[in-house]
């Protein structure tokens, strides 16, 4: 079996009262979801967050502590991928997809994400992620 690893966070920001979280909708398959990416060798699960982010989105970001999910599921016959997310600060609300990846990067409404999300796994991550946002 297979093993693969990718980190990526959900990134939020308050504008005008409203959380809103950073969502991607990608070229290949055409499915909303948060930034992620491949873990490259030597970097920590944190420093991949990060960079996935920035490089999907334009968005500069800070994993804030007290959040670390991981989805778990077979991408294809024969290998399992993990996928460990974080919760981040986004440090700007401005956005610049990777033309190659991403058709589109943006904030949504939290409310407003949890149904374009195309899986159930990703909504429930954003339900946890919601309840860190109202703490901080």
């Given amino acids: 079996m297979r093993r693969e690893k990718s980190c990526g966070a959900l990134c939020f920001l308050q504008q005008d ?3 809103k979280v950073l969502m991607v909708k990608h070229r290949a398959g ?9 873990v ?24 804030e502590p007290g959040y670390r999910e991981t989805n778990s599921y077979s991408p294809y016959r ?14 700007q609300a401005d956005t610049r997809p990777q033309p190659e ?8 409404p939290v409310e407003e994400a949890a149904k374009l999300l195309t899986y159930e796994a990703d909504r429930r991550l954003l339900k946890k992620a919601e309840e860190q946002a109202k703490k901080g």
């Fill in 17 to 19: 009262g409203v959380w």
């Fill in 40 to 63: 490259e060798k030597g970097e920590t699960e944190t420093e991949t967050a990060v960079r996935e982010v920035l490089e999907e989105t334009g968005v500069p970001i800070e994993i």
């Fill in 78 to 91: 024969g290998a399992v991928k993990d996928v460990v997310y974080f919760w981040a600060r986004a440090k």
């Fill in 101 to 108: 990846e991403v058709e589109i990067a943006r904030f949504v």
């Fill in 30 to 38: 055409g499915h909303w979801a948060f930034p992620k990416g491949h």
